[in-house]
């Protein structure tokens, strides 16, 4: 009983040879650090110009969410094998909440995923031009007349989409899962964004929506940013993993 405590704890972790568990927050930090920088950077840039109150034109949202899922493909693929590639809170927690990670390393991952992403937002503050008429950097905001709670519901649907799909991805069992799993990974990233712009600017990520704020030093609403992901997170985990997890013999999952 006291090993198995110890697992869900993580202490166990702390334990092991090689730093295999600071290797991973590493690339956490820097995934989710040129995951705003690239993310961001294309919201900011593809911005000049918009007239504050206006909708959001559909090339302005294409460009974002092309380089929000690629970013999360090319970053997937280069750390995947470091820390499943995370690089979202919202994602740690929903694998955290199944039993598929340790409490320990959970948190972990959350702290150095907030981290990077204040960190890419004050790289992306220092590369940007004077003469770009936005000064959000990427920072989200409810559209007009979308309220908090559909705030809140839109991000929840957002996350779960991309969630269930890294659960279904990475799920061993499964035998038909062909092609690149970061490339799935990050197209449902993308299909995300493309759903929520135009409601809430799209979060999905509670430490991409934090590293813009930080910066810009406005927190309006930013809790729809961490309670409709975190929710999200959690029910696509819980639903997959209770509900729509293939059958097999095999047990192991690459979330880490």
């Known amino acids: 009983m006291g090993q198995k405590v110890e697992d869900i704890v993580g202490l166990s972790e702390l334990k092991e040879s090689k730093a ?4 991973a927050l590493i690339a956490e930090l820097i ?8 993310g961001c950077g294309a919201a900011t840039t593809g911005l000049t110009g918009y007239l504050p109150g206006r909708p959001l034109d559909s090339a302005f949202i ?3 969410s092309l380089a929000f899922g690629l970013v999360v493909a090319a970053v997937a693929q280069a750390i995947g094998h470091v820390s499943g590639g995370h690089i979202n809170p919202a994602v740690t927690l929903g694998i955290m909440v199944t039993g598929q990670m340790s ?10 995923q907030y981290l990077g992403a204040i960190g890419g937002a004050g790289l992306l503050s ?9 000064d959000g950097l990427g920072a989200n905001a409810l559209q007009s ?8 519901l839109v991000e929840a649907i957002g996350t779960f989409i991309l969630v269930i799909v890294v659960f279904g991805c990475c799920d061993s069992r499964r035998d038909d899962v062909k092609g690149s799993v970061p490339l799935a990974i990050g197209l449902a990233c993308g299909l995300s964004h493309i759903l929520c712009i135009g409601f809430t600017g799209t979060g999905i990520n509670p430490a991409r929506s934090l590293g813009p704020a930080v910066w810009k030093g406005d927190f309006t609403n930013l809790w729809v ?3 409709g992901p975190y929710i999200g997170g959690a029910v696509a985990g819980l639903l997959y993993t209770t509900v729509f ?3 097999g013999t095999s047990d192991s999952v690459d979330f880490e």
């Open 126 to 134: 220092l590369a940007r031009s004077n003469s770009q008429l936005n």
């Open 245 to 247: 997890k293939a059958r």
């Open 103 to 112: 409490i320990l390393r959970g948190v972990l991952y959350m702290l150095v």
């Open 62 to 64: 294409t460009q974002v």
């Open 225 to 227: 940013y961490f309670v």
């Open 20 to 23: 295999p568990l600071l290797r």
């Open 31 to 38: 995934g989710t650090g040129l995951l705003v920088f690239v």
């Open 145 to 152: 007349g979308v309220g908090v709670g559909q705030g809140v």
